[in-house]
Structure formats: structure tokens, C-alpha cells
């Protein structure tokens, strides 16, 4: 092994230490003990849990791409357009306005293809499915405990930071 694969080996080393370091410290360690406790309780490594995916990790993505309710609640008004638009096209019975009604439509619709909210809707339609009372469902919820918490203190954490920069910001002479 030469000096740049030793090199790169000890980074990588460090970098996996670093992640699990700081992965594990946003997590109070009597909530880590409990989550364990649940897990082993509750049977998580039961290879049933695999079937059907995860339920919550996949949402988690979206927080990533951080998409604002402006974008969301703009993309159900053009929905709604296009709604609209439609029954106006079956309905009108003047050509010029069909016509002019189709190219506003096709507008639309482009719009609305443009726009990655929609997966998003599903994902939350999903959620609401979800049957809480089903015990394979709350032992998969349990399995998945640990990476929905730390994502959801990481954001809370990072909200904190922001709110204390803009009040040092209002604050500052």
C-alpha cells in the first residue's frame, strides 16, 4: 500500500468515525436506550418488517429538498386550473374558445409536469393511510424510531440556529 492509499484509507476511517460520532450525538442517550429497549421488545430484526418498504424513511427525502408550501399550494391551484379548464372545454360549445381554453389547458399542464410536489402529495396521502393500530406496522414504525428522531432534531436544531442568527442580526447595532 503506498503513501496516497494510506492516506486516503485513514481519511476515510476518520470520516466514517466523524459520521458515526455525529449521527449518534443529536440523540439523548436515554432515548437511545429506550429506542433499543422497543426494538428488542417489539422483535424489529423479524424479516416480515422488510416486506411492503419502509414506512417513513422514504418522506424523509423530501425534507432535503426542502420544498417550500409555497411551491406545494401553488401546485394544487394549477391543479385546480386545470380542473377547470376541462370541464370549461366539454362544456363550451364556441370553437375560439375551445381553442383558446386547449392552449391555456396544455399551458397548464406543463406547469404542473414542471413541478415535483406531486410525488410529495402522494407520499403524504400515504402517510394519512397508514394503519396505526396494526401491529406490524407499529413494530416497522419502531424500527425505523432511531433515523426518523435524529432527522427530526437535526431540522428542529438547525430552525433553532436560524431563529438565534436572525434575532443576533435584528439585535446587533
Known sequence: MNSLQ????????????FGCVY???VIPDNVKNDILQLEEHYKTNDPILAG???LFLNVLKYFDKQE???KILLNEIVNVYID?????KDTTEDQRSKNSIQHVYREMERLRFASGTGTLKEELKKLWEIKKSD???QRKAVLELNQVLEKAMRIKI??????????RRVNSP
Do not use: F, Y
Not at 158 to 167: A, D, F, H
Open 23 to 25: 449521527s449518534s450525538e
Open 158 to 167: 438547525k430552525q433553532k440556529n436560524v431563529q438565534k442568527r436572525r434575532r
Open 68 to 70: 417550500s408550501g409555497d
Open 6 to 17: 494510506s492516506l486516503l484509507l485513514l481519511n476515510a476511517i476518520g470520516l466514517v468515525t
Open 52 to 54: 411492503g418498504g419502509p
Open 84 to 88: 377547470i379548464l376541462k370541464n370549461m
Open 135 to 137: 401491529p406490524i406496522v
